[in-house]
Nanobody, 124 residues
C-alpha cells in the first residue's frame, strides 16, 4: 500500500501560481502512475492531469491544458502540480492519487490510493 499526502494549497489571486506537492510513503512511487483530481462544492470529481510511471508521459484535462504542469521526482517519492494563470474556477479541493495502470487514466475509478486533499482558492 501507499499513503499520499498533499500540500501547497492556499489562497491566491486570479492570475497567480501555486505548486502542489504529493509525498508518498509506504512504497516507492516508481511503480505507480500518478493523477491529480479536483472537486469543487456541488460538483463531481474532475481529472486535472496525470503522469505515467513508464516514460513519464503526461495527460491533462482540457480546462487546465497549457496552464498546469505535472512532474515527478521518484527519488523523493514526490509528484508536483505546478498551476499557473489560476482562475476563480480552479477553486477546489485537489487530490493526488495512484494507480498501477501503465498509461495515465482519467477516471477516478482507476485509482486505488488517494490523499486527503488540499484546498486551493482563487480570488477574483
Amino acid at each position: 500500500q501507499v499513503q499520499l499526502v498533499e500540500s501547497g494549497g492556499g489562497l491566491v489571486q486570479s492570475g497567480g501560481s501555486l505548486r502542489l506537492s504529493c509525498v508518498a510513503s509506504g512504497r516507492s512511487l516508481i511503480v505507480y502512475t500518478m493523477g491529480w483530481f479536483r472537486q469543487a462544492p456541488g460538483k463531481e470529481r474532475e481529472f486535472v492531469g496525470g503522469i505515467s510511471w513508464i516514460g513519464g508521459s503526461t495527460d491533462y484535462g482540457d480546462s487546465v491544458k497549457g496552464r498546469f504542469t505535472i512532474s515527478r521526482d521518484n527519488a523523493a517519492n514526490t509528484v508536483y502540480l505546478q498551476m499557473n494563470s489560476l482562475k476563480p474556477e480552479d477553486t477546489a479541493v485537489y487530490y493526488c492519487a495512484a494507480t498501477t495502470t501503465i498509461a495515465v487514466a482519467n477516471s477516478s475509478r482507476d485509482y486505488a490510493y488517494w490523499g486527503q486533499g488540499t484546498q486551493v482558492t482563487v480570488s477574483s
